[in-house]
């Protein structure tokens, strides 16, 4: 799967999400990327600087899992795949919304997962993960996912 397009999945779950604390429009939403390099200088291009809302997206690298507990969303690259238990306990019920590339992710209590389907990019969603993170995914992002877990 090339970074760029990963990219744009990403940017695209982060603006079709809501989180509990929207009141009124945010001001930031901030993304960190665990173990991937690449893709955190692919979110530096300026195309990624807005989400919709005219919301700022600001992307960091998360070198270690104890820094993802401030953050809007987390992608976790499947370099960390043996710390992914671990990383999903310490969020439990944290409106972090996490996404991954990891195979089985969306099965293991991650949120969005992102595979390969022969030549195209699918993603599967875990509606019970992002329920319990009191999360709101678009119903339009909805109808392009496979669902996993109890659905609506």
């Keep these: 799967?090339?970074?760029?397009?990963k990219a744009v999945y990403v940017y695209?779950?982060?603006?079709?999400?809501?989180?509990?604390d929207e009141t009124s429009t945010?001001?930031?939403?901030?993304?960190?990327?665990?173990?991937?390099?690449?893709?955190?200088?692919?979110?530096?291009?300026?195309?990624?600087?807005?989400?919709?809302?005219?919301?700022?997206?600001?992307?960091?690298?998360?070198?270690?899992?104890?820094?993802?507990k401030e953050s809007h969303a987390l992608f976790i690259d499947r370099t960390k795949s043996s710390q992914l238990?671990?990383?999903?306990?310490?969020?439990?019920?944290?409106?972090?919304?996490?996404?991954s590339d990891i195979p089985g992710f969306a099965d293991k209590g991650g949120m969005i997962e992102l595979k390969r389907d022969q030549e195209h990019v699918i993603f599967r969603i875990n509606i019970e993960a992002i329920k319990q993170a009191n999360l709101y995914v678009?119903?339009?992002?909805?109808?392009?996912?496979?669902?996993?877990?109890?659905?609506?």
């Design 1 to 5: 799967m090339e970074t760029d397009v």
């Design 12 to 20: 695209n779950f982060i603006r079709f999400t809501e989180w509990p």
């Design 26 to 68: 945010p001001a930031e939403r901030k993304l960190l990327v665990l173990g991937n390099l690449t893709l955190l200088k692919t979110f530096k291009h300026d195309a990624f600087r807005l989400t919709a809302k005219n919301t700022s997206l600001y992307t960091h690298s998360c070198p270690t899992p104890a820094c993802i």
């Design 85 to 99: 238990i671990k990383i999903l306990a310490s969020l439990k019920n944290r409106p972090v919304l996490t996404i």
């Design 138 to 152: 678009s119903a339009q992002l909805l109808e392009l996912a496979e669902i996993t877990g109890k659905k609506p």
